[in-house]
């Protein structure tokens, strides 16, 4: 500190060969001292008092309080209904995602993408700003759509709103009418569009929106042909994994089954370093998805995600539509056994050897999960796979989080809970948040919890160990190339969960002639 009490900025740049990452550098006096002034210029309340308070929020008088919050959320379990709209858009050929609203919410739909797959994410936006705040967003719509046409040559733009544009009413389809009388684009380019406020819902739901009007923009006007293409559909809901459509592809293979993916956007965010960038890897093809109205039906893996679209199949496009949830052993039994007998093929040898290779597995170390308590929190579908999985292994769901919940996943998981010894002590906690789950946490301890990264705030405030598995997984690697589906996620997802367990083990026990006496090398 200087004299005045200012903190002190070195004079001389520090060596480059020297620069120190900024976990070491902000450990240094200057830096601290700064922190310091920063604190009394703020005029923060001393240290005992914010570790007094810290301690009042653990508990169960500060539960109940937190409990009757009701106009305020804190950190939710979900994502803006855009954000879903623009994730399946991408998974279609040559597809521009495009955001009608503000330039800042899709520059956060864009990073939220890019932060959990590591890859770059494409999608535009009408920029709106004040004067359409006024006057609608018409002429904002008209040149966006005219420049991204021109600029990206996209073969089809998939148009979803943010709030601002929903607030001032602006109407789509009137809109995109008017853009094609008008010449801004072609009369023949495909614009599907969904109406996606993001005070309502949540990504899941702008997944469905969009979902069904793109399937509903290429089928338009088409007729059923009179036999089937032979085909199955597959969608599988705002699944982050993309490990997944690749694994499903390979199962898929070896059975023989013709089949299109309702939005393939592996390559969108995993596509391969060539050299030359390439703008658009959706991989379902347009001309597939106009067919898809012919296929024999359509497997979903996201009941609570694809409400409407599923009700559009099939009351548009009279089809018949299946739900399985293929995740962990008693999961992916079912799907696997429907599959068999919806299409009249034997389940492959090399499936029923995973089978065997899988319960073999989790029979090697369910040990060291039987009977532990878990806290768990996601989407619907999501929640409802991991929560399966977890009571065949006879782990204990105790708090499950689910922000985007309703009524009817909430009866059909509890009846799950309700059959399983192991669900006894698990209770549903709709529409909260993780500010909800800390409380719950430090009241009623758990001794797992599984979650996105959101959940390293709760790890480090509770100590309770972290399995890293949902949307977004920002601050770990490469964790989406991974599947969690089929027999081979069941083995993926049990190697986090378990080793998880056994890392924190091994904290616990790791202080020589304290409690080492059960650090063991063998485990
Ligand atoms: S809540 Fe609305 S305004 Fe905010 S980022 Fe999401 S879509 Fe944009």
Not at 10 to 29: C, R, S, V, W
Not at 31 to 45: T, V
Not at 50 to 63: G, L, M, P, Q, S
Request: proline fraction near 5%.
């Amino acid at each position: 500190m200087t004299e005045n009490n200012t903190p002190q900025v070195p004079e001389t740049a520090p060596d480059p060969g020297k620069i120190k990452d900024h976990f070491d550098l902000f450990q240094e006096d200057t830096y601290q001292d700064i922190f310091e002034y920063k604190r009394q210029f703020e005029g923060a309340h001393s240290r005992e008092k914010v570790a007094e308070v810290a301690e009042w929020t653990k508990t169960w008088d500060y539960r109940e309080k937190n409990f009757e919050r009701e106009a305020l959320t804190i950190n939710p379990a979900k994502a803006c209904q855009p954000l879903g709209a623009l994730f399946v858009a991408s998974g279609f050929e040559g597809t521009l995602p495009y955001s009608h609203g503000s330039q800042g919410c899709v520059a956060y739909f864009r990073t939220h993408l890019t932060r959990n797959y590591k890859e770059p994410f494409q999608a535009v936006s009408s920029s709106m700003t004040e004067d359409a705040a006024v006057f609608g967003g018409l002429n904002n719509l008209k040149q966006g759509l005219q420049n991204s046409f021109e600029l990206y040559k996209p073969k089809m733009i998939a148009l979803c709103t943010t709030c601002m544009a929903e607030v001032i009413g602006d109407d789509l389809g009137a809109f995109i009418t008017t853009a094609k009388q008008e010449g801004y684009i072609p009369e023949e380019l495909p614009v599907p569009y969904a109406h996606t406020p993001s005070f309502v819902g949540s990504h899941i739901t702008g997944y469905d929106n969009m979902l069904k009007s793109i399937l509903s923009n290429l089928t338009a006007g088409k007729e059923k042909t009179e036999t089937s293409n032979g085909k199955f559909n597959f969608n599988l809901g705002f699944d982050p994994y993309i490990g997944n459509i690749r694994e499903l592809k390979r199962i898929l293979g070896l059975f023989g089954i013709d089949y299109t993916i309702l939005s393939d956007n592996s390559d969108t965010f995993d596509s391969p370093n060539t050299g030359e960038f390439k703008m658009y890897n959706g991989l379902t093809t347009l001309e597939e998805t106009a067919d898809s109205l012919n296929a024999e039906g359509t497997f979903f893996f996201q009941k609570y995600t694809t409400p409407k679209t599923q009700e559009y199949l099939a009351e548009a496009w009279d089809q018949k539509t299946y739900n399985f949830r293929p995740f962990g052993i008693k999961g992916t039994d079912e799907f696997l056994m429907a599959l068999s007998a919806i299409t009249g093929k034997a389940i492959p040898l090399e499936l029923q050897q995973e089978r065997g290779r899988a319960v073999d597995a989790l029979t090697d170390s369910q040990a060291w999960i039987h009977g532990k308590s878990i806290a768990l929190y996601g989407d619907p579908d999501h929640v409802f796979g991991i929560t399966q999985f977890l009571l065949e292994m006879g782990a204990e769901p105790k708090h499950i989080v689910v922000t985007n919940s309703n009524n009817d996943f909430e009866a059909e998981l509890r009846e799950v809970l309700t059959n399983s010894p192991y669900g006894q002590e698990a209770t549903i906690w709709g529409k909260k948040d993780l500010w909800h789950l800390r409380s719950l946490m430090f009241t009623e301890p758990v001794d797992l919890l599984i979650g996105n990264s959101y959940g390293k705030y709760l790890w480090r405030d509770t100590g309770t160990p972290l399995v890293r598995i949902g949307y977004p997984i920002f601050d770990r690697h490469h964790m989406h190339r991974y599947a969690t589906l089929g027999y081979q996620g069941a083995i993926n997802q049990f190697n986090w969960i378990i080793n998880t367990v056994l890392d924190d083990l091994d904290h616990k026990t790791n202080v020589p002639a304290k409690t080492d006496i059960s650090f063991d090398l063998i485990r």
